[in-house]
């Protein structure tokens, strides 16, 4: 077979010729084997196979393609591909490069194999030695090749590029450089510049000018698409991290930076599955190199020439290109983000006039919540530094609203929200609300209670009616009305698995309810044996407070009805009635009038001491709070908006009614305000 081997290369057959012949399995078997010196021949059979490999993975028919690589990545005669760089005839070692290349990009986890056992000295003597389109193979090869999963890995191959030959590889990669092909040159440009990069950046590096400047170029060179991709992909590359396909982790590590890290530890899982034990022995080592390599290919990147590359990026922003625009994204995010990382050189005013308005055109209207928080988190920079501050001023209103609908998904929204409510002026326009509907049920009497669930909510009235509305276009659909109580229905109550609501009432009953998408339904009634005045459920328990004093409990199960507190030990002493009761993070908030010269009053669930206060002067008759705002429902028709943690009042809403705001419920988003009066009105707020 081997003397077939070496007969077929002599013969020199077309491409099309071999794939025909189907001779892929002979030449791994070849290559494979050791039998190079039993025989004399011209050319030694696995050399002769290594050509002829070479040769196949040039066909044009992919699918053909596609096959062989895989069977030679599976079959495992990768190492001995890798020994065909240090073989003795260039050629072959030309031909090794090419057949490793192709391996690493359909199966980028061979990569650290061919890291391991490649010895890069002979591939890069060759390098001087030969044409410009196999010198461009031996660049591609290599710059694939530091794209690893261990960045002290990547410095150690990127160490023995630079050190290793008789010449100077960066000074080589220099001049090749000056006369590469538009499409080609940001591949050379990148390892140039990673070369460079393995020292501390010095003030002047001709290296360092030619490899940005050519990256710049070609960005902003439309003439040349296939160009202004690759210098977006290498930028974003320069990052450092990678998967151990070789994939750039730049996206999902900034979402991580973002609080949004589903997709990161996703992939992390991944790796953890395709990664020995012992890869990686010292994450944190691993961590400190990949953030020391990405302070500085940013610094160097935003200083060059004024931070000329974001004028770069904000024109690829602008491309028809759908790839380009996205990459271009993802970089202007990085070095944005970063600003903040690295030492202050006063570029950040030409970043904020390259790129501000695109990420507050993202933020604002992108449909795509990785997007937005991508832009939030490159405008963090900007939040954080005064002038920036004022810039975005006139931008506010929108960044509020989207930081409001992001706080539930990111951390870093949560974060800015914070920051912005430190101010006074800004702490009220966070927390802005206005009436989104209202509908007139004083028919029904009374609004006692109200509950929402998913896109729906329930309200309770005195009449004993139940109603089911949803929310459309700014209006309050009725969408169900029953009356099956025979008096006031004080509480509704929705359980967490939102199977059941549960109603109590003043008939002595409480009433469960099969929740269907448009309509509920009766399916169980309990006899209380008092009045409900308020009710919880949790499993099978239902407990209640009835018209005397205490608290009852009813088991759901068996009927079994018992006191649970007789009301003979005073936890919170007050000398007027508490309307409303709430328990948030460790603390009871607990509401009355302000007669004794504080309407609420905050205490400890540990040991009951007051810890705070909200000093309205109103009459509270109802109270909601959500992650960031106390509701207090008054008499007079006003509902009262408090900042949690400062404990200061922010707002007040005006329902138009004289009558005490006797319920409120806020929606699962905590985006929407539910109000019931006593006057029968219903009304929705949300955020303006």
């Not at 410095?155 to 090749?176: C, K, P, W």
């Not at 990069?197 to 000018?209: A, G």
């Not at 320069?238 to 590590?253: C, D, I, V, W, Y």
């Not at 009558?659 to 006593?678: A, H, I």
Request: one cysteine or more.
């Amino acid at each position: 077979m081997e003397e077939a081997i070496v007969l077929i290369y002599l013969l020199r057959p077309s491409i099309n010729g071999l794939v025909e012949m189907d001779v892929v399995e002979s030449l791994l078997s070849v290559i494979k084997g050791r039998a190079d010196d039993l025989f004399k021949m011209c050319l030694k059979p696995k050399t002769a196979s290594i050509l002829l490999l070479r040769q196949i993975l040039q066909s044009n028919e992919e699918n053909v393609v596609a096959s062989i690589i895989s069977t030679i990545v599976s079959s495992k005669v990768i190492e001995r591909i890798v020994g065909s760089l240090e073989a003795e005839w260039a050629v072959e070692r030309l031909a090794a490069v090419g057949i490793l290349r192709r391996c690493i990009q359909q199966d980028g986890k061979c990569r650290n194999t061919i890291a391991d056992k490649a010895q890069l000295a002979p591939v890069l003597e060759n390098f001087m030695a030969t044409r410009d389109e196999e010198r461009f193979e031996i660049v591609y090869f290599l710059s694939e090749l530091v794209k690893l999963n261990r960045r002290t890995f990547n410095e150690q191959i990127l160490n023995i590029i630079r050190d290793e030959g008789s010449f100077s590889t960066m000074h080589a990669l220099l001049v090749y450089l000056q006369t590469t092909l538009q499409d080609q040159s940001p591949i050379v440009a990148g390892l140039l510049l990673q070369l460079d990069l393995l020292v501390e950046p010095r003030k002047m590096s001709i290296y360092r000018e030619e490899a940005i400047d050519t990256l710049i170029s070609c960005l902003r060179n439309s003439e040349f698409p296939a160009a202004q991709i690759a210098a977006a992909e290498t930028i974003v590359s320069l990052q450092g991290r990678f998967t151990t396909s070789g994939k750039p982790l730049a996206r999902p590590f900034l979402l991580k930076r973002a609080g949004l890290d589903k997709n990161y530890r996703k992939l992390m899982r991944m790796e953890q599955l395709h990664n020995n034990p012992g890869d990686f022995e010292d994450i944190s080592e691993e961590e400190k190199a990949a953030d020391a390599w990405e302070r500085k290919t940013a610094f160097v990147l935003v200083s060059h020439e004024f931070s000329l590359v974001f004028e770069a990026l904000a024109e690829g922003l602008k491309s028809k290109s759908a790839e380009l625009c996205s990459t271009c994204f993802v970089a202007a995010t990085w070095l944005v983000y970063m600003l903040g990382v690295i030492p202050d050189t006063g570029i950040r005013g030409a970043a904020r006039v390259c790129l501000l308005k695109h990420f507050i055109s993202t933020f604002k209207s992108s449909k795509d919540i990785e997007d937005r928080t991508l832009s939030l988190l490159a405008l963090k920079s900007f939040i954080h530094d005064p002038e920036g501050l004022r810039d975005l001023s006139s931008y506010m209103k929108h960044i509020l609203k989207g930081l409001r609908e992001l706080r539930k998904s990111s951390s870093l929204a949560l974060e800015i929200m914070k920051l912005l409510s430190e101010g006074q002026d800004s702490s009220a326009e966070l927390w802005n609300h206005k009436e989104l509907a209202q509908v007139d049920s004083a028919e029904n009497g009374e609004v006692l209670s109200i509950v929402c669930f998913k896109d729906k909510f329930f309200s309770g009235h005195s009449d004993g009616t139940i109603k089911v509305w949803a929310s459309r276009d700014s209006i309050l659909h009725l969408v169900q009305e029953i009356r099956e109580h025979t008096k006031a229905i004080t509480s509704l109550y929705v359980l967490q698995s939102g199977e059941r609501l549960y109603s109590g009432s003043l008939d002595k009953t409480t009433r469960v309810w099969s929740i269907g998408n448009e309509q509920i339904h009766c399916v169980q009634v309990h006899d209380m044996k008092d009045q409900v005045h308020n009710l919880v459920v949790a499993n099978s328990i239902s407990c209640f407070i009835p018209q005397g004093a205490g608290v009852k409990e009813l088991d759901l199960a068996s009927g079994t009805l018992s006191t649970i507190q007789s009301g003979s030990r005073k936890l919170l002493s007050k000398a007027h009635p508490i309307h409303a009761l709430q328990v948030h993070n460790g603390l009871v908030y607990s509401a009355s009038t302000a007669l004794d010269g504080v309407a609420v009053k905050i205490w400890s669930t540990t040991n009951y001491n007051m810890m705070g206060s909200l000093p309205t002067t109103s009459e509270v008759r109802s109270m909601v709070i959500s992650s960031e705002l106390v509701y207090l429902g008054c008499k007079g028709g006003i509902v009262e908006v408090w900042d949690l943690k400062k404990q200061t009042r922010i707002e007040i809403l005006q329902t138009g009614t004289n009558g005490k705001v006797l319920c409120m419920s806020l929606d699962p988003n905590e985006e929407v305000l539910v109000t019931g009066t006593s006057e029968g009105r219903i009304q929705a707020w949300g955020w303006s």
